[in-house]
């Protein structure tokens, strides 16, 4: 019969420390639209106190677009990301189309630590053909679809533990949704009126201490800009052709420019 020693106890109740310590690190995927059918996938950490930067080896994940919709993906984190279609007849699934989106990267891509809270650009999607119905959506890991075929569920190879050795785990839970913030778009939602601020830009992007607005056509009314998490970080109503930023923290942020009937976002990095 096994003696439990002291020492053999105490070895125990560190490993189940050190388990729980790390339990809630991990990532999850979110849908950023950029406006004029561009959206972004950022990776979103979870809720950690780690200063550890996450070294990130290849990740993967599925879109689903209205049946007949294609894609261009562009890669942030490598050089390309490898988008495979497949029809939605195929798995079941005959109003949608998807595409499995996967990057093995050369060399590993350094995210920042958990605890700056930072939503990192992993790829860049543009939808073709401008889709007037229908819907964008990142599948979630809990799915059916993605329970009946496994290979498309979303995942991130990355190591988050800083004990001096390089182990690339996946650090998106394949049995939650994999997913937060915002994870779908309903093209139905656009408006013909949203087709005036087509041609507004903004610029230097990323920024650092100022954002200017170009726009010819249209009035603007108000300029919001949202974190990540949905907080409203600043809101202003007149002198819209300059936005000042510099006060906000270095990461990612949504941009909410509204004219009369209408509004559109914009991704905005600062500095």
Known sequence: MNKITFTNLCMA????????????????YTLIDNGSYSFTIGAVPN???SNFATSVQSYGFTILLPDGATATVTSSLG??????????????????????????????????????????PIVTIQINGAPTSGILEILANDSALANAVTPLKSFMQADMIDNGAAVFTNVVDPNAS???GVSS???????VEENQLTN??????????????????????????????GQLV??????????????????????????ANTSKTIKLIRQ
């Open 13 to 28: 109740i560190y490993c189940l420390f050190t388990a729980n310590m790390y339990a809630q690190d991990g990532y999850t």
């Open 47 to 49: 809720a950690s106190a």
């Open 79 to 120: 050089s390309a990301a490898n988008a495979t279609f497949f029809n939605g007849t195929d798995v079941a699934q005959p109003t949608i189309d998807g595409y499995l989106i996967t990057e093995t990267l050369g060399s590993p891509a350094a995210l920042p630590a958990p605890s700056a809270g930072t939503t990192t």
């Open 178 to 180: 994999g997913l937060s």
């Open 185 to 191: 778009f309903d093209f139905s939602t656009l408006s």
């Open 200 to 229: 507004l830009s903004i610029y230097p992007n990323p920024a650092t201490d100022v954002v200017n607005i170009q726009n010819s056509e249209v009035a603007l009314q108000k300029v919001e800009i949202y974190s990540m998490n």
């Open 234 to 259: 600043r809101s202003q109503h007149n002198n819209l052709e300059r936005i000042q930023v510099n006060t906000l923290k270095s990461g990612l942020y949504i941009m909410k420019l509204y004219a």
